[in-house]
């Protein structure tokens, strides 16, 4: 299958850049699939389960959110977050995901429920990668 | 004499502990600016690239957006990020920072400070503050910025604000730094002009504007970050430069003091002698 470029970049700089098949990914409207020759196509990634396809394997990682950016040269994903399921620590997730259940019982603004319910859907995403991926 | 002679050695003494303090600052000094400035290489990409990607939506959808980050709110005040340090010994990075807070913050404004010295500097001239990120400049903490903007982002769009500008300063080479004043909010699209846009077809999923709600809270967590960075990177820069000059001045003090100790012990043996050959010669 032709192949083409990722780059996923993080605030602690490039997390990888490699040449693949295939990309699955969830953006705010729906789960997508990108392969090579896609048109141009910006859009908002989820929290979410992403793979890719790199040479016949599938390797899979959990995103804390962030922007898919697709031209002729190459795709690029902005993640604030991302981690392999080898990389997330699933003693770390399930403490988070008690936390922010502790908080949504609690919290009386909308602000801090919308902080919880992020925080929790990113945990539970961390673990869900972590079981399946 | 000989009391002179005893308190030009107590000085060198003093002098001496002083430069080994500016000597250790400075050697600390240039390991955690060879730190910062590594961070500063790494977060490039992804500052780089959000700003990009930005400008080249923003670009070719010009007239078509209606984004609420891209119109300023007449009426409400600015907030100020302002960015200092929370340890001292760092030259002139504070006094600065200070100087062009004093010309651009006005009364009714809201300022975020991070670091202490800032907030003793605001407290001294009663201006209140937000104390919530003072220590951002210790932890570098992204889950800290992301906070922030989100709690700035969510102002915005209820038209609390008219402005978000940012103070902070920036590191030209080793040698220079300058503050500066950047406006994040509404996002100034005169900035990006210097990005060609490559690709004029772009599809959003779902549309634009939801594309841009998304982005540039992204945006502006990369931008505040990079210059976070780049402002702990200017201070430890100034505070390596100004402790090797107190070092060095240090070093030229203790020749000075050492020549005035050795002549004053010569005149004391020059006086000693010339008293015991006035008493051999009286007898």
Known sequence: MKQFKLKIVTPKGIYKETDIEMLNLKTTAGQIGILANHIPLASAIDISEMNYIENGERKTFAIAGGFVYVNDEETTIIANAIESPEEIDIRRAEEAKQRAEGRLHQSQSDIDIMRAEIALKKAINRIYVKNNG | MASNMQSIKRRIKSVESTKKITKAMQLV???????????????????????????EILESNKGNIDNAYLKENKDGQTVYIAMTSSLGLCGGYNANV???????????DIVYMIGTKGASYLSHRHIEYKHGYLNLNSTLDFKEIVRLVGELTQMYRNREISKIKIIYTEFVNNLTFTPRVVTLLPIDTSEFDNITVTN????????????????IPMYLQSVIYGYLVESVTSENASRRMSMENATDNAEELIGELLLKYNQARQTAITNEISEIVAGANAQ
């Open chain 2, 29 to 55: 000094a240039t390991s955690k600016l060879r730190k910062t400035r590594n961070q500063l290489e790494e977060l490039k990409p992804y500052y780089s690239m959000v700003q990009e990607t930005v400008a």
């Open chain 2, 98 to 108: 200070f100087k062009t807070i004093a010309k651009e913050i006005q009364d009714d």
């Open chain 2, 200 to 215: 004029k077809y772009t599809v959003f999923e779902p549309d634009a504007n939801e594309v841009l709600n998304h982005l």
